[in-house]
């Protein structure tokens, strides 16, 4: 995500009510019957709240055993960022590592929002990033509190104190003392408002190798708590029967049988379709089974993906509805230029198609209602969009809705929904339960992967004239999407940027006398949301494998092609990850294998891969992937390397094989056995090597997905000599 908070529409193909500008400001206050005037956004989204920070601040609690708990406002959903944040803190607070644990902070916009954001919520590649500053000063200012609290203990100067494993030393009178016998006495001293922070060069934990996981051990052992693993007393479970075509509604449903099931306790209707109620999972669904719905498909876009991506393509070819609108960005000299001209001219599109998010664990929820006071207990990716929408729905303050979060597995995007669908569902049963029963929903994969939301089916267009040494003069650039965040209550500025990030500031439109880029967002009645590394999914493709294509027209070396092009945009961190990851490469492929280069910018971070590929039966296999990444101050480096490993096989599994198709606006895709995804024999060995940087840290969570495809594609063509214009590599025999 890229831009602050924005609320999803409501439309034919989802149901739930939008929060409209109005909604949001004047419904979440008034609320209960309170008022509230002048407040911030973050005031707003917590009003009702009880939670106050400690004496140490809002993000650290110390233990009379001496142990520290760093509170992460941020989701741990397997990218690992809970060692990274808390080691933020361990190193201005020189505790001892072995004694530092994470635990997930409370629900509360005012204490824990996200700094790129003004809510809280994980995204973006934000985490680490938007608390760099903030937990630097949370650690340092704790360190301060004790360091004063041990001086006047002991009667000597403050400046003569050092810290080192969470143990306070004077040397010159040999006292000493570890955190625990001085809480008491720090937590009278006033924090200061500016603390002293390390200078990097002397940092002891953050960038060396002793940043590990702090759930390692939990989530192999199972004792790590998930949606799925909460049993409460006199819980029920629930199951939602939804519609199978987007935009359809419910009509009429005959429930007879289905309260007949055994273990159902009732069935009731929502927005988003029927509910069955029931005392365990495998009852809910038996009762699901053998409900009848009939469903109202009066405002159903009868239309298949194939038919929706001719409709985008005739689009880019100016053959569209003539009242969409086009908007231009990085435009820049004489548009005329770039669609007419001589000399040697690259033409070319690509297509790419709807894709699932595919979390290992699908959406879940845990909600208790009882009168206007609510509990949710699962994981939350957006702790604020869920509060609203759970406040909505009850008539309360979002303050007033409590939210425990748990780890979650995988989201890619997924959770962070604006309209917070599922929990909504949740949230909406336990409504009509009441009495403060909790209720679990639970959506089965088939449910995950046919309901929504899905990567938007993207059509790009791409014009290119070369001048007389080879580089680009002019480049003409359409772009044809579903937009994610358009209609939203709080927009974006000019051009959805999830639709263009990528394409939008390269360096190779920086490079190039004349520029005519612009997008079109029009709708098409299917569920769209941000998906891991969102518009660089497909721009990051576009460009770079239209480089490599211009620069074989050029009759030159693509890596010294990119290298003369970083030169004229200035583009030094893309041309050193570049240089990075060729030299770690070596100076030749592995024996029968050919190589590819691709280098992307996202999330403030830059990669780089080298792949090599070959192709086993007609369809391309990756066996070694050579990584270079510039994020900026390097926290955790065994994470950024977990984490290339992760988003470098999410991504060449997208790319090899992902696609979510239509049939007459239902999802013909429902599991595994259908959304192909990349299997372990599959899994290319995946080097990777950090470029060495002080600037402040940038994302990691997501800037290794989008560059794996255009380097693969780079080898094919380096193989074949033929251009890949449209994704999955492997299509589908369904």
């Given at each position: 995500m890229t831009a602050p908070l924005d609320i999803r529409p409501a439309d034919a193909a989802n149901p739930v009510p939008a929060l409209s500008r109005r909604e949001l400001v004047v419904g979440a206050t008034l609320a209960g019957g309170a008022l509230l005037v002048g407040c911030s956004p973050a005031d707003?989204?917590?009003?009702?709240?009880?939670?106050?920070?400690?004496?140490?601040?809002?993000?650290?609690?110390?233990?009379?055993?001496?142990?520290?708990?760093?509170?992460?406002?941020?989701?741990?959903?397997?990218?690992?960022?809970?060692?990274?944040?808390?080691?933020?803190?361990?190193?201005?607070?020189?505790?001892?590592w072995s004694r530092v644990k994470v635990v997930h902070a409370p629900a509360n916009a005012k204490l824990y929002a996200n700094g790129a954001m003004g809510v809280q919520l994980t995204g973006g590649s934000s985490a680490i990033s938007n608390s760099w500053d903030q937990l630097r000063k949370a650690g340092a200012g704790a360190r301060a509190m004790f360091v004063q609290a041990a001086a006047s203990q002991w009667n000597v100067p403050a400046g003569e104190i050092t810290v080192k494993d969470s143990v306070l030393s004077h040397a010159a009178s040999g006292k000493s003392a570890g955190f625990g016998p001085l809480i008491a006495e720090a937590s009278k001293v006033a924090p200061p408002q500016n603390p002293t922070l390390k200078d990097p060069k002397t940092f002891t934990l953050v960038g060396t190798d002793r940043v590990r996981r702090k759930d390692s051990q939990a989530k192999s052992d199972g004792t790590a708590r998930y949606t799925q693993d909460v049993r409460l007393p006199n819980m029920l479970v629930a199951v939602v029967a939804h519609p199978p075509r987007f935009g359809a509604t419910v009509k009429s449903f005959d429930a007879e049988a289905a309260?007949?099931?055994?273990?159902?306790?009732?069935?009731?209707?929502?927005?988003?379709?029927?509910?069955?109620?029931?005392?365990?999972?495998?009852?809910?669904?038996?009762?699901?089974?053998?409900?009848?719905?009939?469903?109202?498909?009066?405002?159903?876009?009868?239309?298949?993906?194939?038919?929706?991506?001719?409709q985008w393509r005739d689009i880019a070819a100016g053959k569209g509805p003539s009242d969409l609108k086009w908007e231009a960005f990085d435009s820049k000299g004489d548009a005329a230029a770039a669609a007419t001209g001589g000399g040697q001219v690259l033409e070319t599109t690509y297509d790419f198609p709807y894709l699932a998010h595919a979390t290992m664990e699908p959406m879940n929820c845990v909600a208790q209602v009882d009168g206007h006071k609510v509990k949710l207990t699962f994981g939350s990716q957006g702790q604020t969009l869920d509060q609203l929408a759970a406040a909505k729905i009850v008539g309360t303050l979002p303050g007033s809705v409590e939210i425990e979060t748990l780890f979650a597995g995988g989201s890619f995007g997924r959770?962070?929904?604006?309209?917070?669908?599922?929990?909504?569902?949740?949230?909406?049963?336990?409504?009509?339960?009441?009495?403060?029963?909790?209720?679990?929903?639970?959506?089965?994969?088939?449910?995950?992967?046919?309901?929504?939301?899905?990567?938007?089916?993207?059509?790009?267009?791409?014009?290119?004239?070369?001048?007389?040494?080879?580089?680009?003069?002019?480049?003409?650039?359409?772009?044809?999407?579903?937009?994610?965040?358009?209609?939203?209550?709080?927009?974006?500025?000019?051009?959805?940027?999830?639709?263009?990030?990528?394409?939008?500031?390269?360096?190779?439109?920086?490079?190039?006398?004349?520029?005519?880029?612009q997008v079109a967002l029009p709708e098409a009645g299917v569920p769209v949301l941000w998906w891991r590394s969102v518009g660089a999914t497909h721009t990051a493709f576009v460009m770079e494998h239209t480089i490599d294509q211009l620069a074989r027209k050029a009759g030159k070396d693509p890596v010294g092609y990119r290298r003369a092009l970083y030169a004229k945009a200035g583009a030094q961190r893309h041309l050193a990850a570049l240089n990075l990851a060729l030299e770690k490469a070596?100076?030749?492929?592995?024996?029968?294998?050919?190589?590819?280069?691709?280098?992307?910018?996202?999330?403030?971070?830059?990669?780089?891969?080298?792949?090599?590929?070959?192709?086993?039966?007609?369809?391309?296999?990756?066996?070694?992937?050579?990584?270079?990444?510039?994020?900026?101050?390097a926290i955790s480096p065994d994470q950024i390397a977990a984490q290339m490993e992760g988003g470098?096989?999410?991504?060449?599994?997208?790319?090899?094989?992902?696609?979510?198709?239509?049939?007459?606006?239902?999802?013909?895709?429902?599991?595994?056995?259908?959304?192909?995804?990349?299997?372990?024999?599959?899994?290319?060995?995946?080097?990777?090597?950090?470029?060495?940087?002080?600037?402040?840290?940038?994302?990691?969570?997501?800037?290794?997905?989008p560059v794996i495809g255009p380097a693969v594609a780079n080898a094919l063509l380096a193989i074949s000599g033929a251009p890949t214009t449209r994704l999955p590599f492997v299509r589908s025999e369904a």
């Open positions: 707003l989204m917590s009003a009702g709240s009880k939670i106050k920070p400690g004496a140490f601040g809002p993000f650290i609690r110390f233990d009379p055993d001496g142990s520290v708990t760093v509170l992460s406002k941020h989701i741990e959903f397997g990218q690992g960022n809970h060692a990274g944040l808390a080691a933020i803190v361990a190193e201005e607070l020189d505790a001892d309260r007949k099931a055994p273990g159902v306790v009732e069935v009731y209707q929502i927005p988003t379709g029927v509910a069955v109620v029931a005392d365990s999972t495998f009852a809910a669904r038996m009762g699901r089974e053998a409900l009848k719905v009939e469903w109202d498909e009066s405002k159903v876009e009868d239309r298949d993906s194939a038919t929706i991506a001719a959770r962070a929904n604006f309209q917070s669908d599922y929990v909504a569902e949740c949230v909406q049963i336990a409504k009509k339960v009441g009495g403060g029963r909790p209720v679990k929903l639970v959506w089965t994969r088939e449910d995950d992967m046919r309901a929504g939301y899905f990567r938007p089916l993207v059509h790009h267009a791409v014009r290119v004239r070369l001048d007389k040494d080879g580089y680009p003069a002019t480049w003409r650039h359409r772009i044809v999407s579903q937009s994610i965040m358009k209609g939203s209550p709080m927009p974006s500025k000019g051009p959805d940027q999830t639709a263009i990030e990528g394409t939008a500031g390269s360096p190779y439109l920086k490079a190039t006398p004349i520029v005519d880029a070596g100076p030749a492929a592995t024996p029968g294998w050919t190589r590819g280069v691709a280098v992307h910018e996202s999330f403030g971070s830059v990669v780089a891969q080298v792949a090599e590929v070959k192709l086993i039966d007609g369809a391309p296999r990756v066996g070694r992937v050579v990584t270079a990444i510039d994020c900026g101050t470098t096989c999410y991504g060449l599994s997208a790319a090899l094989y992902g696609e979510i198709t239509l049939t007459k606006g239902a999802v013909d895709q429902s599991n595994f056995d259908t959304y192909r995804v990349l299997r372990i024999n599959e899994a290319p060995t995946v080097e990777t090597h950090i470029v060495p940087s002080v600037n402040p840290p940038s994302g990691v969570g997501e800037p290794g997905t």
